[in-house]
C-alpha cells in the first residue's frame, strides 16, 4: 500500500476511545494503526497532536504540541513512533505486512546514514527476514535498535550491514518488551537483591534453614490455592521440593514436561506435553457447554516455536545483566500467555519466578521467596494484570467451539504471544518482591526467633514432648495467645492454673 501522504486523520474517538480534546491529530502509532486498519493489541499510551502549547498525558493518551507534529508520511509517522513512543514489535510487524519493499528503499536513499531510518531499515528486514535491494551502510554511528531511555534493552549484538546494535532481549520466535517507568526504575535502584542478602547474613544460619524449609511448604501451598486447589500434603512437599531446585536446571523442553510432571502425577486425565489441541481459561455455558473464554491460549502448532524461543530468551538473559525480576516478568508471563500445557501452567508460571531470580542470584543460595504467597494475598491485582494482556487480544482472535467444549482458533495469532508489552505484569511483580523482602521475610524470620524463644522456656519449666510443645504453641497461636478451655480440659489437662496464666503471659510477652 502506498503512503505518500495524509496517513494521519483529525479524530476524536479512536478504536473507542476518546481522546482528551475534540478533533486532535494521530499520530505515531495510532495513525499507523488508524490508516492501515491494523489488527494489533493497542499500545500502552497512543499520541496525538494537541490543539494547545503544552505536553500532557490523560488517561490513555499522550498529548503533544502542534510543533511534535510529524510529517504526515510512513517514515514520518515511524520516526515519531520510535522517538517518543518506543518499539511495538507487534505493531511493526503487521505494518511491514503491508509496506512495499520500495517503501522503505527510498526512504534509505534518501536518509542513508539517519539514525531512525537505519532502525526501521534493521526492523523491516529483521520482523520480515527479508533482504532489501540496499548496499549495507557504510556511514554513521552505530544505534541502538531500542531506545534504553524508553525500554529496557537486552544484550547486544551488532548488525553491520545496518549500523545498528541489536540489543532487544528475545529473539523474532518470541520477544516481549517492557518500557521504563519511574516505578520499575524506582525498584531497580533499590538492589533488593543485596538488600536481602545483608539482611539474612545476619541471622543465624539454623533459624534461616528452618525459614527456608517453611517457606518452601508455604509458597507451594500458595501456587495451589491460587489454582483453587487444596492438595494433599505430600503433594504440596513434594512440588515445594521442586520449587527449591529452581535456577539449578536449565529450561529446556524436557525440563518444562519434568516439571508438569511433578505438578501432575496422575497423569490418567491429562494429556502430558505440548498441547495438542486449543486451549483456554474461563467457563462454560451451564446448558450449552460451550465455552466462554476469559483467555484463549497459543495455537498447538506455535508451541514448539513460542517455547524455543521463550528457551532462548532465557539463556539470553541469563548470560546478561538484565535486571532479574524484568526477566523473571517476560519468561514466567510469556509461558503462562502461550500456555503450553493442557494442565499444570499455573504452577509452572509461577515456578519460573523463582527459577529466574535463582539463575540469576537475585534471591539467595538456599532461600526461596515465597512470591506465590504475597500473589494469593493480592489475588485481584494479579487476575487484573492478567487480563490486562488477555482482554483485548480475545477481539483479535477467531474461534469457534469444539465438540468436546474447547476452541479452535481459525486465524493466524503467534504475534500475539511472541510480542507483546510486559510492563503492568513488571510493575506487579517487582511490588510483590518488595512485599516478600520488606514484610514477609523479615516476619517469617522474626516468627521463628520467637517460637524459639517460646520452645526454650517451655524446655525450662516442663519436661514435655516435642510434639506437645509445638501443639501448646500453636494452640496458643490460634487463640490470640489464650490456651482454650477444650485445650485445657484436653491434651494439656496437666498443667495447672498458675502454669497456664504464666504461660499466656510468657506467650504475649514474645510474641507481641
Given at each position: 500500500m502506498s503512503s505518500d501522504n495524509h496517513i494521519s486523520e483529525v479524530v476524536s474517538v479512536f478504536r473507542r476511545l476518546t481522546l482528551p480534546e475534540q478533533n486532535m491529530q494521530l499520530a505515531g502509532y495510532s495513525a499507523l494503526i488508524h490508516y492501515y486498519n491494523l489488527q494489533v493489541p493497542l499500545p500502552r499510551v497512543l499520541s496525538a497532536?494537541?490543539?494547545k502549547n503544552n505536553r500532557y498525558t490523560e488517561g490513555k493518551w499522550s498529548a503533544f504540541t502542534p510543533r511534535h507534529e510529524p510529517e504526515d508520511t510512513l517514515l514520518g509517522h515511524l520516526t515519531f513512533a520510535l522517538k517518543y513512543e518506543g518499539v511495538d514489535l507487534a505493531i511493526l510487524n503487521a505494518l511491514f505486512q503491508q509496506t512495499d519493499d520500495s517503501e522503505i528503499e527510498a526512504a534509505v536513499h534518501k536518509e542513508p546514514t539517519g539514525s531512525y531510518t537505519r532502525r526501521i531499515w534493521f526492523f523491516y528486514e529483521w520482523l520480515s527476514k527479508k533482504t532489501l535491494n540496499l548496499k549495507d551502510a557504510k556511514k554513521g554511528n552505530y544505534v541502538n535498535a531500542l531506545d534504553s531511555s524508553i525500554q529496557y534493552p537486552g544484550p547486544e549484538e551488532r548488525s553491520k550491514r545496518h549500523r545498528v546494535r541489536n540489543n532487544l532481549p528475545g529473539t523474532l520466535d518470541f520477544c516481549p518488551l517492557i518500557q521504563k517507568t519511574e516505578k520499575l526504575d524506582g525498584f531497580i535502584e533499590k538492589k533488593f537483591d543485596k538488600k536481602v542478602s545483608e539482611k539474612l547474613g545476619e541471622i543465624n544460619s539454623d533459624l534461616l534453614s528452618r525459614a527456608a524449609a517453611f517457606?518452601?511448604?508455604?509458597?507451594?501451598?500458595?501456587?495451589?490455592?491460587?489454582?483453587?486447589?487444596r492438595p494433599a500434603h505430600n503433594r504440596a512437599e513434594r512440588w515445594g521440593r521442586a520449587i527449591g531446585q529452581a535456577g539449578q536446571r536449565k529450561l529446556t523442553k524436557d525440563e518444562f514436561i519434568r516439571l508438569q510432571q511433578i505438578v501432575i502425577p496422575d497423569s490418567r486425565f491429562v494429556e502430558m506435553g505440548w498441547r495438542q489441541e486449543g486451549g483456554f481459561i474461563g467457563v462454560h455455558e451451564r446448558v450449552s457447554g460451550k465455552p466462554i473464554p476469559d483467555h484463549i491460549s497459543a495455537k498447538s502448532e506455535d508451541i514448539d516455536r513460542l517455547m524455543n524461543g521463550l528457551i532462548k530468551l532465557s539463556l539470553r538473559l541469563n548470560e546478561s545483566d538484565y535486571d532479574a525480576v524484568l526477566a523473571s516478568t517476560l519468561i514466567a508471563f510469556g509461558f503462562v500467555f502461550i500456555h503450553p500445557f493442557e494442565d499444570g501452567n499455573g504452577r509452572i508460571h509461577r515456578y519460573l519466578i523463582h527459577h529466574v531470580l535463582a539463575e540469576k542470584e537475585f534471591s539467595p543460595k538456599g532461600l526461596i521467596f515465597p512470591v506465590s504467597a504475597v500473589i494469593l494475598e493480592r489475588?485481584?491485582?494479579?487476575?487484573?494484570?492478567?487480563?490486562?494482556?488477555?482482554?483485548?487480544?480475545?477481539?483479535?482472535?477467531?474461534?469457534?467451539?469444539?465438540?468436546?467444549g474447547?476452541?479452535?482458533?481459525?486465524?493466524?495469532?503467534?504475534?500475539?504471544?511472541?510480542?507483546?508489552?510486559?510492563?503492568?505484569?513488571?510493575?506487579?511483580?517487582y511490588e510483590c518482591v518488595e512485599t516478600t523482602i520488606e514484610e514477609t521475610l523479615p516476619e517469617e524470620v522474626s516468627y521463628l526467633e520467637n517460637h524459639t524463644k517460646m520452645r526454650d522456656y517451655i524446655e525450662q519449666k516442663f519436661d514435655m514432648p516435642d510434639k506437645d510443645m509445638e501443639n501448646l504453641i500453636r494452640f496458643l497461636r490460634q487463640n490470640d495467645g489464650v490456651l482454650s478451655k477444650r485445650a485445657r480440659n484436653g491434651e494439656f489437662e496437666a498443667l495447672t492454673n498458675d502454669e497456664i496464666k504464666a504461660l499466656e503471659e510468657k506467650f504475649s510477652e514474645i510474641f507481641n
Amino acid at each position: 500500500m502506498s503512503s505518500d501522504n495524509h496517513i494521519s486523520e483529525v479524530v476524536s474517538v479512536f478504536r473507542r476511545l476518546t481522546l482528551p480534546e475534540q478533533n486532535m491529530q494521530l499520530a505515531g502509532y495510532s495513525a499507523l494503526i488508524h490508516y492501515y486498519n491494523l489488527q494489533v493489541p493497542l499500545p500502552r499510551v497512543l499520541s496525538a497532536i494537541s490543539n494547545k502549547n503544552n505536553r500532557y498525558t490523560e488517561g490513555k493518551w499522550s498529548a503533544f504540541t502542534p510543533r511534535h507534529e510529524p510529517e504526515d508520511t510512513l517514515l514520518g509517522h515511524l520516526t515519531f513512533a520510535l522517538k517518543y513512543e518506543g518499539v511495538d514489535l507487534a505493531i511493526l510487524n503487521a505494518l511491514f505486512q503491508q509496506t512495499d519493499d520500495s517503501e522503505i528503499e527510498a526512504a534509505v536513499h534518501k536518509e542513508p546514514t539517519g539514525s531512525y531510518t537505519r532502525r526501521i531499515w534493521f526492523f523491516y528486514e529483521w520482523l520480515s527476514k527479508k533482504t532489501l535491494n540496499l548496499k549495507d551502510a557504510k556511514k554513521g554511528n552505530y544505534v541502538n535498535a531500542l531506545d534504553s531511555s524508553i525500554q529496557y534493552p537486552g544484550p547486544e549484538e551488532r548488525s553491520k550491514r545496518h549500523r545498528v546494535r541489536n540489543n532487544l532481549p528475545g529473539t523474532l520466535d518470541f520477544c516481549p518488551l517492557i518500557q521504563k517507568t519511574e516505578k520499575l526504575d524506582g525498584f531497580i535502584e533499590k538492589k533488593f537483591d543485596k538488600k536481602v542478602s545483608e539482611k539474612l547474613g545476619e541471622i543465624n544460619s539454623d533459624l534461616l534453614s528452618r525459614a527456608a524449609a517453611f517457606l518452601l511448604l508455604k509458597d507451594s501451598k500458595a501456587s495451589y490455592a491460587i489454582e483453587g486447589e487444596r492438595p494433599a500434603h505430600n503433594r504440596a512437599e513434594r512440588w515445594g521440593r521442586a520449587i527449591g531446585q529452581a535456577g539449578q536446571r536449565k529450561l529446556t523442553k524436557d525440563e518444562f514436561i519434568r516439571l508438569q510432571q511433578i505438578v501432575i502425577p496422575d497423569s490418567r486425565f491429562v494429556e502430558m506435553g505440548w498441547r495438542q489441541e486449543g486451549g483456554f481459561i474461563g467457563v462454560h455455558e451451564r446448558v450449552s457447554g460451550k465455552p466462554i473464554p476469559d483467555h484463549i491460549s497459543a495455537k498447538s502448532e506455535d508451541i514448539d516455536r513460542l517455547m524455543n524461543g521463550l528457551i532462548k530468551l532465557s539463556l539470553r538473559l541469563n548470560e546478561s545483566d538484565y535486571d532479574a525480576v524484568l526477566a523473571s516478568t517476560l519468561i514466567a508471563f510469556g509461558f503462562v500467555f502461550i500456555h503450553p500445557f493442557e494442565d499444570g501452567n499455573g504452577r509452572i508460571h509461577r515456578y519460573l519466578i523463582h527459577h529466574v531470580l535463582a539463575e540469576k542470584e537475585f534471591s539467595p543460595k538456599g532461600l526461596i521467596f515465597p512470591v506465590s504467597a504475597v500473589i494469593l494475598e493480592r489475588i485481584d491485582d494479579y487476575k487484573t494484570v492478567l487480563e490486562s494482556y488477555s482482554r483485548q487480544r480475545l477481539d483479535l482472535i477467531e474461534w469457534e467451539p469444539t465438540d468436546n467444549g474447547n476452541v479452535e482458533v481459525k486465524n493466524d495469532t503467534i504475534d500475539l504471544y511472541r510480542f507483546f508489552d510486559a510492563t503492568k505484569q513488571a510493575e506487579f511483580l517487582y511490588e510483590c518482591v518488595e512485599t516478600t523482602i520488606e514484610e514477609t521475610l523479615p516476619e517469617e524470620v522474626s516468627y521463628l526467633e520467637n517460637h524459639t524463644k517460646m520452645r526454650d522456656y517451655i524446655e525450662q519449666k516442663f519436661d514435655m514432648p516435642d510434639k506437645d510443645m509445638e501443639n501448646l504453641i500453636r494452640f496458643l497461636r490460634q487463640n490470640d495467645g489464650v490456651l482454650s478451655k477444650r485445650a485445657r480440659n484436653g491434651e494439656f489437662e496437666a498443667l495447672t492454673n498458675d502454669e497456664i496464666k504464666a504461660l499466656e503471659e510468657k506467650f504475649s510477652e514474645i510474641f507481641n
